[in-house]
């Protein structure tokens, strides 16, 4: 590549003189003012060809092109003289042609997406596909929730007006259903008693049908274990009082046909001294105790006490979602060689939730009814009362306290809903009175 420069009296003079002997490829390198004129540095590759001027037939003389004339002395030719009408008639122009023979730069490429991963950039096509078909379900799912959402707000706003509407419309009946569920019972039996309940009564008239209501719809067995006798098994989770209301049962069947005719079993070797705290119990009654440790034992056993009137089995205390509670009803359902009569024990002072799942849990076994233990602890008896009318399970008996044999006595619908009114009465109703604990059971 060489390199030339131009002067002149102004850019137009010397880009002419740059295309007059350059030609159209010349590259201007740069430009500046030098005294009272202007400075063009450009270069070119080789040494353009002479041309000789082309005649064209004039079609028209005044249109004809002009030709190339030489410079006349003292006269500086016109840029259209010197570059014709079809070239550049400034810098500019010039300078756009110039980039045009530059080299183009490369095309710039679009960033790619944000990968999730560097895994995923070497992933085949089908499992991208696999990964846009997960995002859509989750899209799907995501709608779904909010769906749901909007519909749990909706049909809480809606039972809202109807419970505002029920009681401008019914106020006793909202009235007997809100003093029912602070009583502890569920709503939904709540909804049906006070359904029963007559119109136009008084309120107090209403709550006294609605008591008698609640203690018909409470089933007892009448006091079965000791009146019957037979092989009785005591279940439900640790710490309900299982192996303490064995002892009175035993103690007060003791009293009326004698030590000889009872005899007791435990099937709980996991805690520790399980077996010596019922061996204890039966020295003080004066009864046999013995322990198995597994459906065999038990058969065998079963075997040695048929002659007693009455066997006690205490079971070991799972919780509901203890995997060992299985084992522990198969153990009892195995025993074949007579039949176990089971009884669920369930702590009254225990939330209902708690108290639904057990009775679910132990449901797997035939349960004959259930004992209500802990009484004297109780502020509230109306969700021991719905678990027992809503799963239809007999209530059998009643503990409240620690005294053996004292503290136990059978279940009486009127007695339950009794305890139940008169709590409801003294820690609901008047909650700035109650100072201390008062014994639930005593009688009004």
Not at 1 to 13: E, L, S
Not at 342 to 368: D, F, K, T
Not at 401 to 417: H, L, N
């Amino acid at each position: 590549m060489k390199i030339r420069r131009f002067y002149g009296k102004d850019m137009r003079d010397a880009l002419t003189q740059v295309k007059a002997e350059l030609g159209g490829d010349a590259v201007i390198m740069s430009n500046k003012k030098v005294g009272d004129g202007i400075e063009i540095v450009a270069a070119y590759d080789r040494e353009p060809p002479v041309k000789a001027p082309i005649q064209k037939p004039a079609i028209n003389p005044q249109a004809a092109a002009p030709q190339p004339q030489a410079k006349p002395q003292g006269r500086t030719p016109s840029l259209s003289e010197i570059i014709g009408d079809s070239g550049p008639d400034s810098l500019r122009a010039l300078l756009e042609k110039q980039m045009g023979h530059e080299k183009a730069p490369a095309p710039i490429k679009a960033p790619r997406p944000a990968q999730v991963s560097v895994a995923a950039d070497k992933m085949p096509e089908e499992n991208f596909n696999e990964w846009d078909a997960f995002s859509e379900e989750k899209n799907m799912s995501d709608i779904r929730q909010e769906l749901k959402s909007l519909r749990n707000v909706l049909e809480f706003q809606v039972s809202g007006l109807m419970r505002e509407q029920r009681k401008q419309t019914r106020p006793l009946h909202d009235f007997l259903v809100d003093r029912l569920e602070r009583m502890g019972i569920s709503a939904n039996l709540s909804e049906q008693l006070v359904s029963f309940a007559p119109p136009n009564a008084e309120e107090r008239d209403a709550w006294i049908f609605l008591m008698k209501l609640l203690a018909n719809r409470l089933h007892t067995t009448h006091n079965d274990i000791l009146r019957q006798g037979g092989v009785v098994a005591l279940v439900g989770p640790t710490g309900t009082g299982k192996t303490t209301t064995i002892a009175k049962l035993a103690a007060q069947y003791a009293q009326r046909h004698g030590h000889q005719q009872v005899a007791l079993i435990t099937t709980d070797s996991y805690r520790i001294a399980a077996y010596e705290q019922l061996a204890t119990y039966g020295k003080i009654i004066g009864c046999t105790v013995r322990k198995a440790c597994n459906a065999e034992e038990l058969s065998e056993l079963l075997h040695q006490f048929r002659s007693k009137g009455l066997v006690l089995i205490d079971t070991a205390g799972f919780g509901q979602r203890d995997t060992r509670l299985i084992k522990q009803l198969d153990t009892l359902s195995q025993s074949s060689y007579t039949s176990i009569r089971h009884y669920l024990v369930l702590a009254a002072n225990a939330q209902r939730q708690v108290m639904e799942h057990q009775v679910q849990a132990y449901g797997q076994i035939s349960l004959q009814g259930c004992i209500f233990t802990k009484l004297d602890e109780c502020y509230s008896l109306g969700e021991a009362i719905s678990v027992a009318i809503e799963h239809k399970l007999p209530v059998s008996y009643l503990t409240e306290g620690q005294k053996v044999p004292e503290d136990i006595k059978a279940a009486e619908a009127k007695y339950i809903i009794t305890c139940a009114a008169r709590l409801f009465k003294q820690y609901a109703l008047m909650p700035h009175k109650t100072k201390q604990v008062v014994n639930s059971a005593v009688s009004i």
